[in-house]
Each structure stands twice: as structure tokens, then as C-alpha cells.
């Protein structure tokens, strides 16, 4: 059966490989100036896809929340034509994992107990699984390793989640060490990829002029930065995808951050194009906080009111130049 279940989920694998992916990379940080940029497909001819949104979520999300609960078959996968994120191959690959150890270990617990102690049997399921568990992590790896997707790793994240809470129900507890070494891999490359935001927008921060320009070359509007609208949909992509999180994972502490310098940005642009033009700099920074808040005020949890409380004190500060 170690043989077996290790054939068959490299051959799975390999169906998964031939689904086109859109490549999310260095350049679709929040402060890359290149808007007009065009996806590319991980595939073996590189072939152009549809262009990607690397910041909004979109019906992404609907892959949380689908009652399918059966993995994309090799034909059907071999056969689909459509350009996906990196979430699909994670979850198909690992809803099959979970299904198939859910049988083994199902089989192996009625087939050896009482005459096994359970430990024993989880050793006989470890032994049979060990091969096909690293796969999986080399699955993740393949995904996760080099991407600058932030939404799709998060969802990845969730998705691990979603497979921890079946397994308990479904008392597997010899899957955990698979689904830990996961979150290992997932968690960390999330913070890479948050922190590569937050680097860029300081960038831009950077780069901003240090004085305002003479009145007669004076023309930038009021209007919403560029990023500000790539930071809100982020920010409300992340939210929706946290509305159940605590206060201590990681994406929280980052959010913080990336929030942080988007509000240093904002606010030396105000002062580097308007100068000392109060009104007009307090107006530039009303309309970029009340897009950012007007983006994310659909969205529940506790992390969704603590960032919506907060754009809406920044908001009313600034309200009267509006």
C-alpha cells in the first residue's frame, strides 16, 4: 500500500502540473508602478493567459465555501483549459490526500483494534503514508516557494485549516503531522510575501520629492492614488479571508504594518504635490481613506472592525476639506 498510494498520488500530481497558473511575482508587489502588466502561465510553452488581479479576491473565495467536496479528476484535469491560482492545485491535491488517509487509517483502526493499540496502528498508517505525505510537501513547495500571491496563500492557509477541523471530525488524528509541516511552509512564505509589500510601498515613499513643485507646475489631482485602490482591495481580501482569525496569527501583525507605511506614503505624497496647500492635502488624504474604508465596510470579523474603525477616525479627521 506504501507503493500504491505514493504511485497514485505522483501520477495525480502530474495531471495537476498540466493546470495553467498564473505566475504572481516580484512585480505584482502593491508599490510596482507597471499597471499595465500582463500575466504569465506556468506551463511548459509558456504561453500568454488573462491577465491576473494579484489584489483582489473576487470569487476566489468561493473555493472555501464549496459544497463539492471531491477532488478534479486526472482526465478532467489534463482536459481543463482554464488559467487558475496556485489554491486550486493545493486544494485538489490535498482533499484527495485527506480522503484517501481518511480510508487507510479508517480500515487499519477497525481491521487491527482492539488486538493494536491505536498507536501502533497510526505507526502502520505513518509508515504506509510517509512517502505520500512528502510528496504533498514538495506539492506545497512547488506552489508556495517562489510566488509573491499573498490572497492565494492565505487561502491555501484556510483551506489547511478547513482540512485540520475534517480531520478532527473525522478522528484522523495520524494526519496532523502532515497538516503542521504545511502551515510551516504556507505561514512563512505569507510573511516573505507581506513583507516585499510593505517594502515597496516604502519605496515609493522614498522616492517622493522632497518639496512641493512650483505653482505653475502644480497638477496632481486629488483624487485616490493608484495604490491606495490595489491596498484596499488587498487589505479586504485578507479581512474577508479572516473573519473567524485570532489576534495572534501572523497576518494580523502584518497588516499592521503594511497599513502603517501605506499611511506614510499618503501622507509625503500630500505634502510633496500639495505643499502648503492644507485643504488640498487634507482633501487627497479624506478621499484615499474613505475609498480604502468604502472597499472594506462589507466585510465582518473582528479584524474587519478594527481596520474599519480605524479609517474611519483617519476619514473624520480630515473630513472638513472634503
Not at 490572497?151 to 497538516?179: S, T, W
Not at 481580501?237 to 494580523?252: K, R
Amino acid at each position: 500500500m506504501r507503493w500504491y498510494y505514493v504511485n497514485q498520488f505522483g501520477r495525480y500530481h502530474k495531471s495537476l502540473e498540466k493546470l495553467k497558473l498564473h505566475v504572481l511575482d516580484k512585480n505584482d508587489v502593491l508599490g510596482h508602478d507597471d499597471t499595465s502588466r500582463k500575466t504569465t502561465v506556468l506551463t511548459g510553452s509558456k504561453i500568454a493567459g488573462p491577465p491576473h488581479d494579484a489584489f483582489n479576491l473576487g470569487r476566489r473565495i468561493d473555493l472555501l465555501k464549496a459544497t463539492n467536496q471531491v477532488a478534479i479528476s486526472s482526465y478532467l484535469a489534463e482536459e481543463e483549459h482554464s488559467t487558475h491560482y496556485l489554491e486550486v492545485v493545493f486544494r485538489n491535491f490535498n482533499l484527495a490526500l485527506v480522503d484517501n488517509a481518511t480510508a487507510e487509517y479508517t480500515f487499519l483502526a477497525s481491521f487491527f483494534s482492539p488486538a493494536l493499540t491505536m498507536a501502533t496502528v497510526s505507526r502502520h498508517f505513518n509508515y504506509i503514508f510517509e512517502p505520500t505525505f512528502t510528496l504533498g510537501q514538495t506539492v506545497t513547495r512547488s506552489l508556495a516557494g517562489e510566488t509573491y500571491d499573498a490572497l492565494g496563500l492565505l487561502l491555501c492557509i484556510r483551506l489547511n485549516q478547513h482540512f485540520a477541523f475534517e480531520l478532527q471530525r473525522r478522528r484522523i488524528p495520524a494526519v496532523d503531522g502532515y497538516v503542521n509541516g504545511t502551515n510551516m511552509l504556507l505561514w512563512p512564505r505569507l510573511q516573505v510575501v507581506m513583507d516585499q509589500h510593505c517594502e515597496s510601498v516604502r519605496t515609493l515613499t522614498n522616492g517622493l520629492p522632497a518639496r512641493a513643485p512650483s505653482a505653475g507646475k502644480q497638477g496632481h489631482s486629488a483624487a485616490p492614488h493608484v495604490t491606495t485602490q490595489r491596498f484596499g482591495q488587498l487589505l479586504h481580501g485578507i479581512l474577508a479571508l479572516s473573519t473567524e482569525a485570532g489576534d495572534d496569527e501572523p497576518v494580523v501583525t502584518s497588516l499592521r504594518r503594511l497599513r502603517a507605511e501605506m499611511e506614510a506614503f499618503l501622507t509625503k505624497y500630500s505634502q510633496s504635490y500639495f505643499g502648503n496647500d492644507k485643504r488640498k492635502r487634507e482633501r487627497f488624504l479624506y478621499n484615499n481613506y474613505s475609498l480604502i474604508l468604502t472597499i472594506i465596510s462589507d466585510v465582518t470579523g473582528k479584524l474587519a472592525v478594527e481596520q474599519q474603525e480605524h479609517f474611519e477616525t483617519l476619514k473624520t479627521a480630515f473630513q472638513e476639506a472634503a
